[in-house]
């Protein structure tokens, strides 16, 4: 294997390989990361980050953001949550669940694509207005004693958590969408150079509406089992949850520019900020510290990203400079 193929594989597995130095690094830290009880807290705890990245992920490839997730998965918990006590239909507080998340993304859809808001603005405006209305809604108060609601985010089918289910078939559409559809290819189209996109024939803007959707289908189902696992409907839950969505994106190889970004590698870099978490709370690690640490690797990752591809933009400038030349 020549340097050239060495550094192309260790670029395309990088994240894989960090991955597993870290579940290396957090078993030999505590004697209790690699007990059954602590890796399956682990996985429950993921569930809802895994789903919020994977949002992040696919607005974040075609060049957007949404900053009003973790707000919206408030939202549309505390009324699943609400429709459920009513009905005691399961059913019917999924359905208000995805409902609320496609109204509220939807929203942020129009602002983004007919009115060019950018998205930075349009989703910052959207965390404030579903926030505030959880809050109006539920009084402030949390909605207690959900019953059989809990099963969604702590119940079992055999030895596996319902929620890793969830997540392990969301996994499998999302791949599907990115790999083997014209509009996951649309989204790197857009992301990359979305006037060339557009020239080629793409439609940017049902794109961006179809994106928006999905997350709001994917934060409304988060809502759901965020509300079922803590027991609760609680409307100041889930604070900063876009951070954690856009930090497992970013980190798990997704470019905060656009054109980039894996499945895989997005579980992996959900995984990583997972352990991460999960060792820090074990060796007692100070919560305000926490946040430091992590508001640092979005930092790094984005700065990492971004002086990749500049990186990249000069060796192609270079590569064709000196083929000019050769013709010269």
Same mark, same amino acid.
């Given at each position: 294997?020549?340097?050239?193929?060495?550094?192309?594989?260790?670029?395309?597995?990088?994240?894989?390989?960090?991955?597993?130095?870290?579940?290396?690094?957090?078993?030999?830290?505590?004697?209790?990361?690699?007990?059954?009880?602590?890796?399956?807290?682990?996985?429950?705890?993921?569930?809802?980050?895994?789903?919020?990245?994977?949002?992040?992920?696919?607005?974040?490839?075609?060049?957007?953001?949404?900053?009003?997730?973790?707000?919206?998965?408030?939202?549309?918990?505390?009324?699943?949550? /609400?429709?459920?006590? =009513?009905?005691?239909?399961?059913? &019917?507080?999924?359905?208000? +669940?995805? @409902?609320?998340?496609?109204?509220? *993304?939807?929203?942020?859809?129009?602002?983004?694509?007919?009115?060019?808001?950018?998205?930075?603005?349009?989703?910052?405006?959207?965390?404030?207005?579903?926030?505030?209305?959880?809050?109006?809604?539920?009084?402030?108060?949390?909605?207690?004693?959900?019953?059989?609601?809990?099963?969604?985010?702590?119940?079992?089918?055999?030895?596996?958590?319902?929620?890793?289910?969830?997540?392990?078939?969301?996994?499998?559409?999302?791949?599907?969408?990115?790999?083997?559809?014209?509009?996951?290819?649309?989204?790197?189209?857009?992301?990359?150079?979305?006037?060339?996109?557009?020239?080629?024939?793409?439609?940017?803007?049902? /794109?961006?509406?179809? =994106?928006?959707?999905?997350?709001? &289908?994917?934060?409304?189902? +988060?809502? @759901?089992?965020?509300?079922?696992? *803590?027991?609760?409907?609680?409307?100041?839950?889930?604070?900063?949850?876009?951070?954690?969505?856009?930090?497992?994106?970013?980190?798990?190889?997704?470019?905060?520019?656009?054109?980039?970004?894996?499945?895989?590698?997005?579980?992996?870099?959900?995984?990583?900020?997972?352990?991460?978490?999960?060792?820090?709370?074990?060796?007692?690690?100070?919560?305000?510290?926490?946040?430091?640490?992590?508001?640092?690797?979005?930092?790094?990752?984005?700065?990492?990203?971004?002086?990749?591809?500049?990186?990249?933009?000069?060796?192609?400038?270079?590569?064709?400079?000196?083929?000019?030349?050769?013709?010269?």
């Amino acid at each position: 294997m020549n340097k050239q193929k060495l550094s192309a594989y260790l670029q395309r597995f990088s994240i894989f390989i960090v991955l597993i130095v870290m579940f290396l690094v957090c078993s030999l830290l505590s004697p209790y990361f690699l007990t059954p009880n602590n890796l399956m807290n682990v996985a429950r705890q993921l569930c809802v980050g895994i789903l919020l990245a994977y949002a992040e992920m696919i607005l974040i490839v075609s060049g957007f953001l949404d900053l009003s997730i973790g707000s919206v998965l408030a939202l549309a918990g505390v009324l699943s949550v /609400s429709c459920f006590k =009513s009905t005691h239909s399961m059913l &019917l507080a999924l359905l208000v +669940a995805f @409902a609320v998340g496609v109204v509220c *993304n939807l929203i942020n859809a129009t602002f983004v694509a007919q009115f060019n808001v950018p998205a930075f603005i349009a989703t910052l405006g959207m965390q404030q207005v579903a926030r505030g209305v959880a809050l109006y809604y539920t009084g402030g108060a949390n909605i207690l004693q959900l019953g059989k609601f809990v099963k969604l985010g702590q119940g079992m089918l055999g030895p596996i958590p319902i929620p890793v289910l969830i997540v392990l078939v969301i996994t499998v559409i999302v791949w599907y969408l990115f790999n083997h559809t014209r509009y996951g290819r649309s989204l790197y189209a857009i992301g990359g150079n979305r006037k060339a996109a557009e020239a080629s024939g793409i439609n940017a803007k049902k /794109s961006i509406y179809i =994106s928006y959707i999905i997350c709001g &289908l994917l934060a409304g189902l +988060a809502g @759901a089992i965020f509300m079922a696992r *803590n027991n609760s409907g609680i409307p100041n839950g889930a604070v900063g949850y876009e951070m954690t969505g856009l930090t497992a994106a970013i980190v798990g190889g997704t470019s905060f520019s656009g054109g980039v970004g894996t499945v895989m590698g997005t579980v992996a870099g959900a995984f990583i900020i997972g352990f991460l978490e999960n060792i820090m709370n074990l060796i007692g690690v100070n919560s305000y510290i926490q946040s430091i640490i992590e508001g640092a690797i979005i930092v790094f990752a984005v700065a990492f990203d971004i002086r990749s591809k500049n990186r990249k933009t000069t060796k192609q400038i270079m590569a064709v400079k000196d083929e000019d030349a050769k013709k010269g």
